[in-house]
């Protein structure tokens, strides 16, 4: 009896410890992983002398670009392209035809493994990751989005006013759900904002870009996951937003790119079509009829 006595006491204890040590294991393995993360080096090199660029003015080029990545056929081939400041440029195609991969070039989120890109004529690679990054705004399917308050989710970064943060939701069609939220611009939204809509997710994003008021903004597929009601509200302040802009916008709706200045279509990583709505519609055999086509059918 003494014996079960006193196992019976020492087995909780010995649980505990148990499940201690199995934490701190699991713990170390998760450390290990991120350390990893961190010293991985990155392949986008810091040019030495790298410059400080503050403005946009004339336009970006990208000139006989190709992308491969790592030991993988090339995800891109000899693209040519300009976009002149204050127009808009569509890219659209099939899924995996390069569209995303162009977008992330500008940014310098990767480098070319051929060709080059200039922002007013200067090789993107001299200018500092963190200037050229400061001259566009980037809004993309996956919203990105902290466990911390509207504000400074809109904010993110900026020393902005609750007067400019209001302004920018108001843009963004985002004021009146905000306002109807239990704290206001004070709500908490939750890890990647999982207390909120996709739409609203959204329209959040847009206020930050908002706020940010860049010369360059880029779209990649900003309204392909959301519902028709959420797809309106978000598309109505993407057209706000674009106003006096340059933009570079990746679509899988072509509804929402009919009237961009030039539609470039991609294919296999190749440019095979480019020119207006009215103009590629034209085209009797062309890629973007065909998929114009389907999508109408649909």
Known sequence: VTYLIIFSQVLRPAKEISNAVSGVQRGVASAERILQLVD????????????TVTSFSKNLELQRVSFAYGNNPPVLRDIDLSIPKGKTIALVGSSGGGKSTLADLIPRFYDPTAGRILLDGVDIR????TSLRGLMGIVTQESILFNDTIFNNIAFGHEATLAEVEAA????????????SPEGYQTVIGDRGTRLSGGQRQRLSIARAVLKNPPILILDEATSA???ESEKLVQDAITSLM???TVLVIAHRLSTIQHADEIVVLHGGRIVERG???D???LEKGFY???SQLQVAV
Do not use: C, M, Y
């Open 40 to 51: 991985t080096a990155s392949e986008v090199k810091v040019h030495p002398g790298a410059a």
């Open 126 to 129: 001299t200018l500092t990751k």
């Open 169 to 180: 939701a108001r843009i963004a069609n985002a004021h009146e759900f905000i306002q109807a």
């Open 226 to 228: 959301l519902d028709t």
């Open 243 to 245: 106003k006096n802009r």
């Open 276 to 278: 207006t709505h009215e």
């Open 280 to 282: 590629l519609l034209e």
């Open 289 to 291: 009829r065909r998929l």
